[in-house]
């Protein structure tokens, strides 16, 4: 099992704008072969020190893939393609983290 944290930065006063886009994809890759969750977050203020400054120009994208094979499926996508040509001009970068479950 694959997880996937996708940080997008968006640019400014975009965010909503990006979210409106982002949500057109979300049925489509949540019905692909493979995806266990898709889920586009935004940064909750709380008081617990650990945690970063709130980031009102960033959405990050939590999921979680069947396998690797499954998410690298996704990336080429047709619909991924167009997405990323429909949002180009809203984000101001993108950074990927994939993970797997830690065994001992």
Not at 75 to 84: C, D, F, K, N, V
Request: aromatic share 6%.
């Amino acid at each position: 099992m694959i997880f996937v944290v996708a940080t997008i930065d968006i640019q400014p006063g975009k965010r909503n704008e990006f979210l409106q886009e982002f949500q057109r994809i979300v049925p489509l890759v949540r019905a692909e072969d493979g995806c266990l969750l898709y889920q586009p977050t935004t940064d909750v203020a709380t008081s617990i020190n650990a945690q970063i400054p709130v980031r009102d120009h960033t959405v990050t994208v939590v999921e979680q893939w069947s396998s690797l094979e499954a998410l690298e499926a996704h990336l080429i996508a047709p619909h991924m393609m167009e997405y990323r040509t429909r949002v180009q001009s809203l984000v101001a970068g993108v950074q990927l983290q994939v993970v797997q479950a830690a065994t001992a």
